[in-house]
T-cell receptor
Framework: DTAVSQTPKYLVTQMGNDKSIKCEQN?????MYWYKQDSKKFLKIMFS???????INETVPNRFSPKSPDKAHLNLHINSLELGDSAVYFC??????????????FGPGTRLLVL | GIQVEQSPPDLILQEGANSTLRCNFS?????LQWFHQNPWGQLINLFY???GTKQNGRLSATTVATERYSLLYISSSQTTDSGVYFC????????????FGAGTRLAVHP
């Protein structure tokens, strides 16, 4: 009965490869997010989708492309991986994108290591 | 953009001690959450608390929105409380874009 799940949990890959991380939520939420946590534990939002529509797009290289096939899924595809992409990527969801009372629930994270 | 500052950056406690973690923010917010990131990396919601006071077991939190700060109290700390505590805020009208502080790293020793 996991609320927000991500696959894979760990991803080790070579520079230059293309990889995808998948996220699914079974909370019935309309809004999903991707966050990146760097080696110093700093967490920063990357993208947000509301009901399959992009609403937040931070300053992220265009090698990163989110895709939302439906409102329960938000995948992150990364092209031409670089060493600096090594990080933990967290998916999150909330009921609505705006207003009060909107707690965000986080997935377990995907640990990406680029060699 | 909104700034979020957490203090102290690091905290070492003996089991059983009490502590207070602070989060200051630079603008009006309509969302403030406290998270605990455990040693396995999982982010766990502790409180949704844009204003007021809440308690959950040994943990409690208070946000004084007019003065732009929030406090997280941990009483009778246990080794399982170790990890990183994050405060995250959404600026009013910010599309639920959570801005995280740098965290307080807590180590509780037996």
């Amino acid at each position: 009965d996991t609320a927000v799940s991500q696959t894979p949990k760990y991803l080790v890959t070579q520079m230059g490869n293309d990889k995808s991380i998948k996220c699914e939520q079974n909370l019935g939420h309309d809004t999903m997010y991707w966050y990146k946590q760097d080696s110093k534990k700093f967490l920063k939002i990357m993208f947000s989708y509301n009901n399959k529509e992009l609403i937040i797009n931070e300053t992220v290289p265009n090698r990163f492309s989110p895709k939302s096939p439906d409102k329960a899924h938000l995948n992150l595809h990364i092209n031409s991986l670089e060493l600096g992409d090594s990080a933990v990527y967290f998916c999150a969801s909330s009921r609505l994108p705006t207003g009060s009372q909107e707690t965000q629930y986080f997935g377990p994270g995907t640990r990406l290591l680029v060699l | 953009g909104i700034q979020v500052e957490q203090s102290p950056p690091d905290l070492i406690l003996q089991e059983g001690a009490n502590s207070t973690l602070r989060c200051n923010f630079s603008d009006s917010v309509n969302n403030l959450q406290w998270f605990h990131q455990n040693p396995w990396g999982q982010l766990i919601n502790l409180f949704y608390i844009p204003s007021g006071t809440k308690q959950n077991g040994r943990l409690s939190a208070t946000t004084v929105a007019t003065e732009r700060y929030s406090l997280l109290y941990i009483s009778s700390s246990q080794t399982t409380d170790s990890g990183v505590y994050f405060c995250a805020v959404e600026r009013a009208g910010g599309y639920n874009k959570l801005i995280f502080g740098a965290g307080t790293r807590l180590a509780v020793h037996p």
